[in-house]
């Protein structure tokens, strides 16, 4: 369909000093007594063409050929992906080094770390607070015993002190 330069030009959301950039640039027209014509179906084909030609580092892709423009736009699409991939690669090896996030293998270490102190507090509970309730004469004093008892496990098993150990290590590699 023949349209004129206002019509591109609110077609694409564009003035009409922009169509006539692309004018420049080799947007396809025609000029009927004095007016530019433009088929809006070859508009539409170079635009494509220049935002794959863009999108595919400034080499110029062939729109006519079907199978060629198909091939060319998964090549595009492709290399859209992996410069996507390799960003999402630096961006985690990024917070890795900075210790925003931690690997697998470190989990694993931190967990097998809090089960071994759980299970020291555990033991120390089973063998050293039995003694020291049958001492007591009173069920406050067991209670406040008691309460002591956990207490002190809690603490024992904290992990302030992983958090102490992982900034001394981080200290220790920068």
């Known amino acids: 369909m023949k349209v004129t330069q206002k019509e591109v030009a609110d077609w694409y959301g564009v003035s009409p000093r922009a169509v006539r950039d692309w004018d420049k640039a080799g947007c396809p027209s025609t000029t009927q007594v004095k007016t530019k014509v433009y088929d809006s179906v070859e508009v539409d084909k170079w635009k494509e063409a220049r935002a794959l030609e863009a999108a595919n580092d400034g080499v110029p892709v062939l729109v006519d050929d079907e199978e060629v423009k198909t091939a060319q736009k998964r090549m595009v699409i492709a290399k859209a992906e992996s410069a996507e991939s390799d960003a999402v690669i630096r961006y985690v090896d990024r917070a890795k080094h900075e210790r925003k996030v931690i690997t697998r293998a470190m989990a694993e270490e931190a967990?097998?770390?809090?089960?071994?102190?759980?299970?020291?507090?555990?033991?120390?509970?089973?063998?050293?607070?039995?003694?020291?309730?049958?001492?007591?004469?009173?069920?406050?004093?067991?209670?406040?015993?008691?309460?002591?008892?956990?207490?002190?496990?809690?603490?024992?098993?904290?992990?302030?002190?992983?958090?102490?150990?992982?900034?001394?290590n981080q200290e220790q590699t920068t």
């Open 111 to 168: 967990m097998a770390e809090i089960v071994a102190r759980t299970d020291r507090e555990l033991t120390t509970l089973e063998k050293y607070w039995p003694v020291k309730l049958h001492a007591c004469k009173t069920l406050p004093e067991v209670r406040e015993l008691l309460k002591r008892a956990v207490s002190e496990a809690r603490e024992g098993i904290s992990c302030q002190e992983l958090e102490e150990d992982e900034s001394e």
